[in-house]
């Protein structure tokens, strides 16, 4: 049994104000990436009523990609004990279909009551496996000494500065130097690993993203936010299935990974 009793009584002492146990998140995490690495529903702790959706669609575990065996090259995840939800990215360049899936948890009584994941590939926004494997492996997301970490409000408040100075550029973000974003496989730190280039361009029009789902962790000073995004693509003119995972240090944003999915091939642009 991965859900020993012991390991969840260690977990919950070290973590008084904690709502759900690190450790029961961390194991979940891993019989999740080892499901979909051996395409077995079953290998999840699931509740009995677990919703699952991908790219926004509501849909039965039974016929979505954690069905499909897939090679995972790497993994990173975030865990909220405050609102017992996972985060994790998962870089398959090696699969025979290349993916990068990101997947959102939430758990009652250490079981996953939901599941939601937005899964790209070939066609989506700026995808490029290969490209996202090779930079996020080579970037640093260790865990943030205690005495450093960021309050949840203020991990919460960069990564919503960033989505809402898209729509409003009066909005002023909390960029780290250096920042670097990973968009699809494209790197904003490429030629310029010292500086920050994270910085949006100006939008041509003002938008809200709307629909955020947060999962944030303060020991790796980071937040996913789970949108629809807006304007991008064309033929979805209320906002497509997109995730922004940041990683935040001393207030400032550090890293952004994007991953938005495509209805039409790179959004019709
Ligand atoms: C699923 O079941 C859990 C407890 O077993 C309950 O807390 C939760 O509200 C249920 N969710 C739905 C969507 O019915
Ligand atoms: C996921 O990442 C951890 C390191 O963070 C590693 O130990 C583990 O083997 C990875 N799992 C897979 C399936 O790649
Ligand atoms: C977008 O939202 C508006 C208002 O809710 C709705 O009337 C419209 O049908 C939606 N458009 C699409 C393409 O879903």
Redesign the pocket.
Known sequence: MIYSVLLVCVGLASQASAICSRTMLQEATEAYIRAQAAGQTNMLPLAENVSYAENDTPMDIKKGVLTQPITIDFNRSLYDTTLCATFTELSAATNKNPYVINTRMLFTDDRITTIQSVVADSGDWAFDAKGQLSWTKKEKWDPIPESKRDSRTVIKAAGDAYLDSWGDSNVKVPYGTPCARLEGGMYTGDKSPTTNTCKMPQFPQPFKITNRRYVIDEEMGGVDIFNDFPFIDK????GTASTNFIRVEGGLIRYIHETTVCATKNCGR
Do not use: L, S
């Open positions: 033929t979805k003119p209320n």
